[in-house]
């Protein structure tokens, strides 16, 4: 029997995220405050949320490119 803590048996990290060939990194959202939840949402690397109605987008929502899947 294998230990639950081998790297060997461990699977593979998902892929970055890219949309429009720029990658999205996850960031954690607070936004309870503005009564949005708290959450990880998608971010670019110049800083800006992606955001779908002004709401930002959970980083699981996010699509990426159909070349980079």
């Not at 890219?18 to 405050?33: A, E, R, S």
Request: net charge positive; no cysteine; glycine share 18%.
């Amino acid at each position: 029997m294998g230990s639950k803590n081998n790297p060997a048996a461990r699977g593979t990290a998902g892929g970055v995220k890219k949309i429009g060939g720029k990658p999205i990194k996850p960031v954690k959202y607070i936004g309870k405050y503005v009564g949005h939840g708290n959450y990880i949402a998608g971010q670019t690397e110049a800083g800006q949320l992606i955001e779908s109605d002004g709401v930002p987008t959970p980083y699981s929502d996010i699509i990426p490119d159909s070349a980079e899947a």
